[in-house]
């Protein structure tokens, strides 16, 4: 049970903080804003054109997309979640930026999968100009495919920089007689 514990505890607890974060501002935005409404404090009115909170459901994947795709994104969200839990422990410990971004993919799939299971839709909620409107587990995803790609450059480069010099007599083919 500890090496489980081990195995495990980071992955859980940012995925836990990213679940519970997603899961309250969507209640916040279903308690208090009615559907398809949009709301801002009048003190930011100003800002209405280029970002607004907004009550939106969605039944596609994130940002809007494949609206007719709900039971195929509910499947997806399962099998993802498993592969991610089934290889985490796989990653090692030093490689802190896949361990991150797979925690935080994590937590934004069992968000919308928990809106998806208990709704039937996915509740969205933050706009941005002209993006389509999203929310906290679609962040986390998004987010956490940036750090999985800047995680792999920064290992590749990190390895090109100590990955030594091939001198000319170590060339391939060449027979040295030394």
């Known amino acids: 049970m500890k090496k489980v514990i081990q195995n495990y505890w980071g992955i859980f607890t940012i995925a836990t903080v990213i679940i519970a974060l997603d899961q309250w501002t969507k209640w916040l935005v279903r308690s208090n804003i009615p559907a398809g409404q949009s709301w801002l404090p009048d003190s930011l009115q100003w800002l209405s054109p280029y970002a607004r909170i907004v009550h939106w459901y969605n039944k596609g994947a994130a940002f809007g997309i494949f609206q007719e795709g709900s039971m195929i994104f509910t499947v997806l969200a399962f099998i993802v979640s498993a592969a991610i839990i ?8 030093q490689d802190w930026p896949l361990r991150l971004a797979m ?32 929310n906290i587990a679609d962040s986390s995803i998004s987010v956490g495919c940036v750090v999985l790609l800047l995680g792999v450059w920064w290992q590749e480069r990190n390895a090109k920089k100590e990955k030594p010099q091939a001198s000319a007599h170590d060339q391939p083919g060449e027979v040295t007689s030394e």
């Open 86 to 93: 089934y290889y985490y422990p796989q990653v090692s410990s």
């Open 103 to 134: 925690s935080m993919q994590l937590g934004g799939a069992i968000g919308n999968l928990i809106d998806r299971l208990t709704l039937g839709h996915v509740t969205d909620f933050l706009s941005v100009g002209t993006f389509p409107v999203f």
